[in-house]
């Protein structure tokens, strides 16, 4: 679990970044692609194809443009018909996505009741934080965002349940997770981005560095490894801890206000969460 914390506090810290130094100064997809880029520049180096049977390998590079490439798609088209605060509340179902679809897909046995609750529990601590007024017209948005929620949800879900060795010779295989994300986000920038609004100044390319490297090379790594030895509840509840700590961290060095009665709250029903979906400790 600490791993899925750790990565966490990661993300959080990244995420402010984008909003304080990218957002609407580079484009989008020009930024996911340069990302996508650069973690796999990170993990080429290590990468060993004969670790692993053709099979899987297309299979590993599937998931990693399901999880990254289409769900980052869909989400940037989102927010031509959602507010940030709408697209914030209309991720929090994700939970629900990783548990309905692990249990349809791969389980011979229902899921324990609790991780269920653990999910639903997950949903409604992140609602109480981020719930706000909607605009008239967010359906389309909404169905955007469900399907970005439903392919990172699937993502996670089938990388846990994809036979890939141990960690070493996951480290060796990673590249081809990256290699399926690079492509489409390669794709989307094509058809969708906006060329006049490049990285071009040295803080907005030493921020897409460290974007690349850490948050999306190491981040998706350590995630993706810690998924395999979790189970499903708490990875399902991992999701939405981030946004208390993306709340947290916009307080600490940007001082954006807070709701901390809504916070507290929030928090406290997400930590009840992933304390039901520790129960059954189970690796399933």
Same mark, same amino acid.
Do not use: C
């Given at each position: 679990m600490w791993i899925l914390w750790a990565v966490t506090a990661?993300?959080?810290?990244?995420?402010?970044? +984008?909003?304080?130094?990218?957002?609407?100064?580079?484009?989008?997809?020009?930024a996911v692609f +340069?990302?996508?880029?650069?973690?796999?520049?990170?993990?080429l180096p290590f990468w060993r194809p004969k670790r692993l049977a053709a099979r899987k390998q297309l299979l590993l590079a599937g998931i990693g443009a399901i999880q990254i490439g +289409?769900?980052?798609?869909?989400?940037?088209h989102a927010f031509i018909y959602l507010s940030v605060a709408e697209v914030l509340l209309f991720t929090i179902f994700t939970?629900?996505?990783v548990t309905l679809i692990d249990d349809v897909l791969f389980q011979r046995k229902h899921l324990p009741a609790s991780w269920w609750l653990a999910a639903v529990l997950a949903v409604l601590g992140a609602a109480v934080i981020r719930f706000n007024p909607l605009s008239d017209e967010f359906l389309t948005g909404f169905l955007l965002i469900q399907g970005a929620n439903l392919c990172f949800a699937a993502g996670q879900?089938?990388?846990?349940?994809?036979?890939?060795?141990?960690?070493r010779n996951q480290v060796h295989v990673?590249?081809?997770?990256? +290699?399926?994300?690079?492509?489409t986000t390669g794709i989307a920038m094509a058809a969708f981005a906006d060329f006049?609004?490049?990285?071009?100044? #040295?803080? #907005?390319?030493?921020i897409l560095l460290w974007l690349g490297l850490a948050a999306s090379g190491v981040g998706y790594l350590a995630w993706n490894l810690a998924s395999k030895r979790v189970n499903t509840a708490q990875l399902a509840t991992m999701n939405n801890m981030l946004i208390p700590a993306g709340l947290l961290v916009n307080f600490i060095f940007w001082g954006n206000q807070v709701d901390w009665l809504r916070l507290a709250i929030g928090a406290v029903i997400?930590?009840?969460?992933?304390?039901?979906?520790?129960?059954?400790?189970?690796?399933?």
């Open positions: 990661l993300w959080a810290a990244s995420f402010s970044l +984008i909003g304080e130094f990218l957002a609407g100064n580079v484009d989008g997809y020009i +340069i990302r996508m880029l650069l973690a796999l520049l990170l993990f +289409i769900m980052y798609l869909l989400l940037y939970p629900l996505y879900v089938f990388y846990k349940r994809l036979p890939l060795g141990d960690e990673f590249a081809l997770f990256f +290699i399926g994300a690079t492509v006049s609004l490049r990285p071009s100044t #040295q803080l #907005q390319w030493g997400l930590g009840s969460a992933v304390y039901v979906a520790s129960l059954r400790r189970r690796l399933n």
